[in-house]
């Protein structure tokens, strides 16, 4: 079980926070409004903005902030943001490797508040290049589990340019290039099996095993990073087995 796995796990906990809910919300208004204004504002010609829609409207964000994030991506309305991608690296407890992907309007807040909440943390931030060459960017596409097979998930989508099909829980991910997602996409369709989600990703060649005690202070320093607004992922190269897991869930 990847930490990604046990991070998409947690979700749902940090939802029913309304705080948290909230700065969910502006994360994936944010990812819509940068879609639109790179790819432009039609969803039916422009994938990852397709993508990202459906990814808020299943978080339950509104509809008009939906819209009106679409149009100010495209140019149709006023006031959109020059948001900018900037990648920090660094190492967690028990050197374990992060990456953190901020959507930013201002570079300066974005480096010193990530800086403090990885000092604070047990953190420590390292030069460009120090961790990043330990991720590769995937597809990552999910779908639920009903009554179909991994093998039958894996017939659709081989031919489409899918790496590996996994099991997470009461879904199956399936892994690919981030240049094949639309095709996994298309091929699960026409074999009538439904897209629960689709997102770009980064997954670690080299994961580090933690026990659920170095787990715990992990996610703290990950939990404290995501508070930050202009903060929109952290990845890391942890493992958990699934004994771990069952500990921290049942927390």
């Known amino acids: 079980m990847s930490g990604h796995s046990k991070w998409a796990t947690t979700k749902h906990k940090k939802a029913a ?6 700065k969910e ?6 990812n819509i409004e940068v879609a639109a204004r790179t790819g432009g504002g039609d969803p039916a010609a422009n994938p990852t903005l397709d993508d990202m829609i ?14 009106r994030a679409r149009k100010r991506g495209s140019g149709e309305e006023a006031g959109g943001a020059d948001w900018q991608t900037i990648f920090y690296e660094g190492y ?13 309007d201002n570079r300066n807040r974005a480096a010193s508040e990530v800086r403090t909440r990885m000092t604070k943390n047990g953190g420590n931030m390292a030069e460009n290049g120090a961790v990043s060459y330990l991720f590769t960017r995937r597809g990552v596409v999910l779908v639920e589990k009903g ?11 081989l031919d489409a340019g899918a790496e590996e099909v996994n099991e997470v829980g009461e879904k199956f991910e399936i892994l690919s290039a981030p240049g094949d997602m639309v095709a ?10 439904e897209v629960d989600e689709a997102d770009q990703d980064f997954r670690a060649s080299v994961e580090v095993e933690l026990n659920a005690n170095d787990a715990r202070k992990i996610f703290r320093l ?7 607004d202009d903060v929109q992922n952290v990845y890391t190269n942890i493992s958990l087995s699934d004994e771990v897991l069952a ?3 049942a927390e």
């Open 92 to 104: 967690g407890p028990n050197g374990v490797a992060v990456m953190i992907e901020c959507l930013t």
């Open 25 to 30: 919300f502006a994360k994936l208004i944010k």
């Open 222 to 228: 990950i939990d404290a990073l995501e508070e930050s």
């Open 54 to 67: 459906k990814k808020a409207k299943k978080a339950s964000v509104p509809n008009d902030n939906i819209e």
């Open 247 to 249: 500990e921290l869930e």
């Open 184 to 193: 996994v996409k298309q091929a699960l369709a026409d074999g009538g099996i």
């Open 147 to 157: 009554d179909q097979s991994e093998d039958d998930v894996l017939m659709a989508v």
């Open 17 to 22: 926070n309304d705080a948290k809910r909230g």
